[in-house]
C-alpha cells in the first residue's frame, strides 16, 4: 500500500450469529417480532431538530483525545448503490472515521472501534461485508504531524429506518492503553422517515415488579418476546434485550446477562452473557441500546412457558415472563 497522509482501511466483516446452549450467546439470527418496538422505549429521544445532550455531538465535529495529542472525526452516512451481500429491504451506508495527528512528530494512530445504533430502541446495525484484502485493523498506523488517515466501514440499516437518528459510539484506544475513550455522534439517516419504527413515540417504563411480562420494561431494562423458527433439534429462540442509558454519563454497555428458563420447572435452557454473545459497546448518555439474542430452544418446550432473568453487573435480577414461541 503506497504511504500517503489518509489511508482508507478496510471494511470489518461482522461476525456470524451464534447458536448458543448453556452457556453462549449470539447478537445476530432470526429476528423477534419487535414486540418491544420503539413506542416502549422509557427515555426519550431527541431528533435531528433538536439540541443534543452533553457528551453527544452531532456528526462532523472534531472532538480531541489523548489529552488533544489526536483528534477524531465521524462523517457520513451517506447511502451506497447496490451491495452484495445486502438483504432484501435493507440498505447499505458509509460512515468514516477520520484520525488526526495533532503532534509534531510521527505516532502511532489509536485504533478505533465503531458502533451505529438507530431508532428510538437504538437497534444495532450491522456491518456490510468486504472480500477485498487489505491490512488489518489492529495493524498500527503510523501518521506523520499533522496528517491523518481515515478508516471506512460500511452499515447495513433497515430501509424502515430512513429518516431517524442515528447514534455512532467510536472506543478510540491509544497504542499501548487497554481502556478506550468514548466519543457519541448522532444524525440522522438519510430519506424520509417511514414505517412503524419513525412514528412511534417513547413512553414512560413501570419499574419495581416482581415478574415483568415479555415485552414490557421494568426500570431500565426491557426483553422482547420470543421468536421460535427451524424444526426438531436446530429450533432457535431470538429476542431483543433493550438497556436505557437515563444518565448523563455514558454506561459501560449493556451489561446483562440473561438466563432463559423453560417450562414449569424452570429448566435452563441458555445463558447469554456479553462478554460470550452480543456486541456489548458503550452508551450514550440519555439513549437507548438494544440487541438482539439468540439461542438453541428445547424441542419440548416449544409453545410452553418461558422465563428469563436479567441480571446486571451489579447481581440485580429483573424477572421475565412469557411464551415460547
Known amino acids: 500500500m503506497s504511504v500517503r497522509l489518509r489511508h482508507v482501511l478496510p471494511t470489518v466483516l461482522l461476525a456470524g450469529a451464534v447458536l448458543i446452549s448453556g452457556c453462549a450467546g449470539s447478537d445476530s439470527g432470526p429476528k423477534p417480532d419487535r414486540q418491544a418496538t420503539d413506542s416502549a422505549t422509557p427515555a426519550a ?18 472532538l480531541p483525545v489523548s489529552d488533544g495529542a489526536w483528534t477524531v472525526t465521524l462523517q457520513g452516512l451517506e447511502r451506497l448503490p447496490a451491495v452484495a451481500g445486502v438483504p432484501a429491504g435493507s440498505s447499505a451506508y458509509t460512515v468514516r472515521v477520520t484520525v488526526a495527528n495533532q503532534r509534531a512528530q510521527v505516532a502511532s494512530a489509536p485504533r478505533t472501534a465503531v458502533t451505529a445504533r438507530y431508532g428510538n430502541l437504538g437497534r444495532t446495525a450491522a456491518e456490510a461485508t468486504d472480500s477485498g484484502s487489505s491490512p488489518s485493523r489492529d495493524e498500527p498506523q503510523q501518521v506523520r504531524p499533522n496528517g491523518s488517515v481515515d478508516r471506512d466501514v460500511k452499515l447495513v440499516l433497515p430501509d424502515q429506518a430512513q429518516g431517524l437518528p442515528v447514534t455512532v459510539t467510536v472506543e478510540a484506544t491509544e497504542e499501548g492503553l487497554a481502556k478506550p475513550e468514548l466519543l457519541f455522534f448522532e444524525g440522522a439517516l438519510p430519506g424520509d422517515a417511514v414505517g412503524t419504527l419513525a412514528t412511534r413515540a417513547p413512553q414512560g417504563a413501570p419499574a419495581g ?98 422465563t428469563v432473568e436479567a441480571v446486571d453487573t451489579g447481581g440485580s435480577k429483573v424477572t421475565f415472563e412469557g411464551s415460547l414461541g
Request: charged share 15%; proline share 6%; net charge positive.
Open 45 to 62: 429521544r431527541s431528533s435531528s431538530s433538536m439540541a443534543l445532550p452533553t457528551g453527544i455531538v452531532k456528526i462532523g465535529t472534531e
Open 209 to 306: 415488579q416482581s415478574v415483568t411480562p415479555l415485552g414490557k420494561w421494568n426500570g431500565q431494562v426491557s426483553v422482547g418476546k420470543v421468536t421460535v423458527s427451524g424444526a426438531g433439534a436446530s429450533r432457535t429462540g431470538s429476542l431483543e434485550l433493550s438497556v436505557v442509558n437515563r444518565s448523563g454519563d455514558p454506561m459501560s454497555g449493556l451489561g446483562t446477562t440473561l438466563r432463559i428458563l423453560t417450562g414449569q420447572e424452570l429448566h435452563l435452557a441458555a445463558t447469554v452473557r456479553p462478554v460470550y454473545g452480543y456486541r456489548d459497546a458503550a452508551i450514550a448518555p440519555y439513549r437507548t441500546a438494544t440487541q438482539t439474542v439468540s439461542f438453541r430452544v428445547p424441542e419440548k418446550a416449544v409453545g410452553g412457558p418461558v
